[in-house]
C-alpha cells in the first residue's frame, strides 16, 4: 500500500531530516537556518526514496520542480510553526521541532500524492 510505504520511507526521511537539524543546532547555528539546511540537504534524498519507493516514479525535471517548491512549502509552513511553537509556549528548539513534525508530514503527503506525483 501507497500510505504504507509513505509511512516507513517518511520515517526514514524524517530522522534524517531531524538529526541534520539537531546537529545544526548543536553547533549553535540559528533554528531557522539549521531548519532550512536540513531541509536542503534532506531535498535530494528525499527526492529519491519518495519517488522509488513510495511513487514508483522514475522522476523528470518537472516533477523535480514540482518537489523543490513542494519542500520550499513545508520549509514555510514549518518555520512559522516551529516559531508560534517556541514563542507562545516556550519549549526548546528540539521539543519545539519535533512537534512540528505530524504537521509537516501530513502536508508532505497531501502535496506529494495530489500534485508532485498526480500522473504517477
Known sequence: DQRLRFIGVGMVNTI???AIYAVLIWLNIPYLVALLLGTI???VFNYFS???FVFRSEGSSAIFIKYVVTYGVIYL???T???VIIKAFQVGLYFG???CVPASVLLSWVL???WVYENE
Request: hydrophobic share 45%.
Open 16 to 18: 534524517v531530516g531531524y
Open 41 to 43: 540537504m534532506g531535498v
Open 50 to 52: 519518495n519517488g522509488r
Open 77 to 79: 509552513v514549518n518555520a
Open 81 to 83: 510553526l516551529l516559531t
Open 97 to 99: 521541532q519535533g512537534l
Open 112 to 114: 506529494m500524492k495530489y
